[in-house]
């Protein structure tokens, strides 16, 4: 069998600017709809979302010797970068205080962990991938990223649990240009 590496005609390469992260916040109220407390992280790039097994030993003589591990679960990291933004001199944006207080040394126990969900979001159309969203708890680490002369944190979420499929992607376009 011939290899054959063209992609059918209605595919597209992945692009990693094609997920968008929500940043669960308690404090806004938009009535019924529980999605309606997600906020956007504005300004991300650079999004990698890793899937981690983690793995039990299940050898037996069976194996002659070779390893057999079973997965029993699955860790999971979200990396990203964000240009914060200044409303006045001092102000963030609500999406950005989110993520910062959730990562200042004061930050103990629930008040570190950050709940998010993650999803595909494509550059065009509204339609992401049905499979590509995810949703879970995590800790939060930030550090300053010195490529230029706008401000810029490399931002780690470290999964507190496992991350859940979402049931559907809430992604719902980009807007108008759609």
């Given at each position: 069998m011939v290899y054959d590496s063209t992609l059918p005609d209605t595919a597209e390469y992945a692009r990693r600017y094609e997920h968008l992260i929500d940043i669960?916040?308690?404090?806004?109220?938009?009535?019924?709809?529980?999605?309606?407390?997600?906020?956007?992280?504005?300004?991300?790039?650079?999004?990698?979302k890793t899937f981690t097994p983690v793995l039990d030993n299940a050898q037996t003589n069976d194996d002659l010797g070779s390893?057999?591990?079973?997965?029993?679960?699955?860790?999971?990291?979200?990396?990203?970068?964000?240009?914060?933004?200044?409303?006045?001199?001092?102000?963030?944006?609500?999406?950005?205080?989110a993520i910062l207080d959730a990562a200042q040394g004061d930050a103990i126990g629930s008040d570190a962990v950050v709940r998010v969900r993650f999803y595909h979001a494509p550059a065009t159309g509204n339609v992401g991938d049905p499979k590509g969203a995810w949703e879970g708890e995590a800790t939060v680490a930030i550090a300053p990223v010195d490529?230029?002369?706008?401000?810029?944190?490399?931002?780690?979420?470290?999964?507190?649990?496992?991350a859940t499929r979402l049931a559907s992607n809430p992604f719902a376009g980009r807007g108008a240009e759609d």
């Open positions: 669960w916040d308690p404090t806004v109220d938009n009535g019924e709809d529980p999605d309606g407390w997600f906020i956007t992280i504005r300004r991300a790039d650079q999004v990698v390893t057999n591990s079973d997965v029993s679960a699955w860790n999971w990291t979200l990396a990203f970068r964000v240009i914060p933004a200044r409303v006045k001199a001092t102000q963030g944006l609500v999406d950005e205080y490529d230029g002369s706008l401000e810029r944190w490399a931002v780690t979420l470290t999964g507190k649990g496992p």
